[in-house]
C-alpha cells in the first residue's frame, strides 16, 4: 500500500486492524513444534497437511481465507486495503501454502449459478474445501482441445472416465473443476464443458506425480466417477471459453473483461439484497 494517501483517522483505523489481525495470527498461526516442517519446494508431512486444512477453515470462519470477496458466498467483504494489510501479515509468518485455484474461483464466480455460488464457491471460501482445476493430460501434451477424458451425460449425471494432471495445490483437493468432452458427436470446440468434480470419492484415484513440483503435481484417475448435472459450470460447450478465462488469469492477463466484471457485480448486488430481504 506504498504511495496511497490516507487522512489521519483512515490511518488510525489501518493501524487498528493491522493489529487485530496480528495478534489473531500470533495466536493461531503457530504450528506446533511437534510437526516437521519441509524444505522449501518438498511435499507437505500428512500432520501439516491436517494443520493447515484446519488452519484455512479458521481463516474462512473470519472472511480472511478470501477477504476481499463477497461475504454472501464465505467472503470477507472487505476492501482492497484490508485484504492487502492481511496478506501482508501471513506473509510476515513462515506458513504452508493455504490457497487453492484462484483462477477455479474465478471461473466459479462468473460462471456459476447462483445456487452454485452459495453452495460450490462458499465451501471454498470458508475454507471447508480446497478446489483445483484439471485441464492436461500427461499423455495428450499441452493443447487442452486433444484431451480424451469424457463426462457423458446420464439420468445419475454426468459420468466422467479419464485422467487428469494438476499443479495447483500441496493439498489433497475436494473439489476439481475438470474440462471434458460432453458431447462426442461432433468434433467443434462445443464438444466440451467445464464440471465441477467431487474429488473424495472412492472412484476417484490421486497419486502423486512429482515431475516438477514435489507434493503440488498430481494425477487423478476418474472411472466411472458421476457428478450431478447441477455441477455444469456455464452451459454445455461452454467449457472451452471457461477454461481459456481461467488460462489468461494464470498468465497475468485480463481475464475477466471489465464489463463482465460489472455485470457480475450487479447481479451479486442483486442477489445480496435479495438475501437481504
Known amino acids: 500500500m506504498a504511495g496511497t494517501f490516507y487522512s489521519s483517522d483512515e490511518r488510525r483505523a489501518i493501524d487498528s486492524f493491522r493489529k487485530v489481525v496480528s495478534q ?110 484439471m485441464f492436461t493430460e500427461a499423455d495428450r501434451g499441452t493443447d487442452i482441445r486433444s484431451i480424451g477424458t469424457v463426462a457423458l451425460k446420464s439420468d445419475r449425471g454426468y459420468v466422467l472416465n479419464g485422467q487428469k494432471d ?49 507434493g503440488a503435481e498430481q494425477t487423478i484417475y476418474m472411472t466411472d466417477v458421476t457428478s450431478p448435472l447441477e455441477n455444469l459450470i456455464g452451459a454445455e460447450g461452454q467449457g472451452l471459453e471457461i477454461a481459456n478465462m481461467m488460462l489468461d488469469i494464470e498468465r497475468g492477463g485480463i481475464g475477466v473483461p471489465l464489463e463482465l466484471q460489472r455485470e457480475i457485480e450487479w447481479k451479486e448486488k442483486q442477489a445480496h439484497n435479495n438475501i437481504q430481504n
Open 24 to 133: 489473531w495470527l500470533d495466536e493461531n498461526a503457530k504450528i506446533p513444534p511437534d510437526i516437521p516442517l519441509p524444505r522449501r519446494g518438498n511435499p507437505l508431512p500428512e500432520p501439516l497437511q491436517e494443520w493447515t486444512v484446519q488452519f484455512r477453515k479458521n481463516l474462512g470462519e473470519k472472511g480472511w481465507l478470501a477477504p476481499n470477496w463477497p461475504a454472501q458466498y464465505g467472503g470477507g467483504g472487505l476492501s482492497v486495503h484490508h485484504a492487502s494489510i492481511i496478506q501482508e501479515e501471513l506473509g510476515r509468518r513462515r506458513l504452508p501454502p493455504l490457497h487453492g485455484s484462484t483462477m477455479a474461483m474465478m471461473a466459479l464466480r462468473v460462471y456459476g449459478t447462483e445456487s452454485q455460488k452459495m453452495t460450490l464457491l462458499s465451501s471454498v471460501l470458508r475454507g471447508e474445501k480446497t478446489l483445483v482445476h
Open 166 to 214: 494438476y499443479i495447483t495445490s500441496q493439498l489433497t483437493p475436494d473439489l476439481a473443476l475438470c474440462l471434458a468432452i460432453t458431447d462426442q458427436d461432433i468434433s467443434t470446440d462445443e464438444r466440451f464443458s467445464i464440471v465441477a468434480v467431487d474429488t473424495t470419492g472412492s472412484d476417484v484415484l490421486i497419486r502423486p506425480s512429482n515431475l516438477l513440483t514435489p
